[in-house]
C-alpha cells in the first residue's frame, strides 16, 4: 500500500487545517489507518487513529477534543481536520497503515507559527 499526505502548510495559532491522505492499494477490514506526527527534535507520536473493524478512533492526548480523523471508504482517503491549532502541533504528519511496522507515506509539514 502507498500513502500520499497532503493539505500542510503554515498557519497561525488558534487556525484550523485539514490534511488529506490518499491510498493506493489494498486496505482490508482488519486495518488500522492513522496519522502520526513528529516535531523537530522529537519522536514520532501516535495522533489519531482508526481501527476499521469495529469503526473505532482512538486519539493522542494532545489531540483530544481538538483534532478530528475520518475515512471515506469509497475513496480510499484519510483526513485529519485540526482546530485550535498551537505552535505544539508544528512537525510532519504521516499518514499510516498497521502501527509502526507498517506501511508509512511521505509525511506533509504543518508550522503552527503567528
Known amino acids: 500500500v502507498q500513502l500520499q499526505a497532503s493539505g500542510g502548510g503554515l498557519v497561525q495559532p488558534g487556525g484550523s487545517l485539514k490534511l488529506s491522505c490518499a491510498a493506493t492499494g489494498q486496505i482490508f477490514s482488519t486495518d488500522t489507518v492513522g496519522w502520526y506526527r513528529q516535531a523537530p527534535g522529537k519522536d514520532r507520536e501516535l495522533v489519531a487513529r482508526v481501527f476499521l473493524e469495529s469503526g473505532t478512533r482512538a486519539y493522542g492526548n494532545s489531540a483530544k477534543g481538538r483534532f478530528t480523523i475520518s475515512r471515506d471508504n469509497a475513496a480510499n482517503m484519510l483526513y485529519l481536520e485540526m482546530k485550535n491549532l498551537e505552535p505544539e502541533d508544528t512537525g510532519v504528519y504521516y499518514c499510516?497503515?498497521?502501527?509502526?511496522?507498517?506501511?508509512w507515506g511521505q509525511g506533509t509539514l504543518v508550522t503552527v507559527s503567528s
Open positions: 499510516n497503515r498497521n502501527g509502526l511496522d507498517g506501511d
